[in-house]
Structures are given as C-alpha cells and as structure tokens.
C-alpha cells in the first residue's frame, strides 16, 4: 500500500494491525484481517503475519463419547483472540454447494462454510480436502 509503515502495510485494516504483540486479534469482531505478505517488506517475523504461520497449539482428535462422531480438543491452555486454525478446504461456488449440501444431509454431515463477508458467490467445502479444521465443523 502507498502509506506503508516501517515497511508493513496495515493499511487495509484502516491503519491497524490487526494483531497485538502475541498474535492475539485487536480490531472488533466482524472486521476484515489483512496480513502482510510478499508484497510488504517486512519479515516472515512481522507480528501482522499470524495465519499464514499456521496452527501453533497442540490439537487432538478424539472419538466423541456422545455418538457425535469425531471431535477436536486442545491439549494446551489458549488465550483468548488467538488463531487456531483456519478452514481449509476446496473452494467452489455456492451454486455447487447447493447441490453438494443436499448430498450431505441425505449422508448426516456437511463440512460446507460460506464465503459471504462480502458477497455470498463462494463456500469452503471440507468434505476431501482439508486440515483439522474438518473435524470441529460438525463436532
């Protein structure tokens, strides 16, 4: 962005970062979390790069005991406003997620999340491709 400052850019998030010293989230809730990035020059040690880092604490899945199926729990203490994990999975458009959505209910799972912050055009699908994140969408 034109008004970087000390070579980062939070300049999309209205002049502030997003995260504070420990990667904890800042800005309110709702809000959009732009990240620095190769076209930013600051270090992969820029504190306003948190997600790409990926996930940081020790997560487990586990067999619920409630017949739900399958579960994830941390194994360590999380601070409030930290990153986790983020969804991942393939992305298609809300009209395909219709028709995959449909399938799903008639099998008792979905691992659909809309992609509507702006307009509602795109849904993550984590059905087969995916990380963690897969198990805490319906657990």
């Known amino acids: 962005l034109a008004e970087a400052a000390g070579g980062c850019c939070p300049g999309a998030s209205r002049n502030k970062f997003a995260y504070?010293?420990?990667g904890q989230v800042r800005i309110r809730a709702g809000l959009p979390i732009y990240?620095?990035?190769s076209r930013c020059r600051c270090g992969a040690d820029c504190p306003n790069r948190v997600v790409q880092k990926g996930i940081r604490?020790?997560?487990c899945i586990f067999r619920t005991g409630n017949g739900r199926g399958?579960?994830?729990r941390t194994l360590e203490r999380i601070r409030k406003n930290s990153f986790v994990m983020e969804y991942v999975g393939e992305i298609i458009?809300?009209?395909e997620a219709e028709r995959r959505g449909q399938v799903y209910d008639r099998q008792g799972a979905t691992y659909l999340f809309d992609l509507d912050y702006v307009e509602d055009v795109y849904t993550v699908d984590a059905a087969h491709y995916g990380n963690i994140?897969?198990?805490v969408n319906h657990s």
Request: glycine residues 6%; contains cysteine.
């Open 20 to 22: 504070n010293e420990a």
């Open 70 to 72: 399958w579960g994830v």
């Open 35 to 37: 990240e620095c990035n």
């Open 133 to 135: 994140s897969h198990f």
């Open 93 to 95: 458009t809300s009209e």
């Open 57 to 59: 604490y020790n997560l």
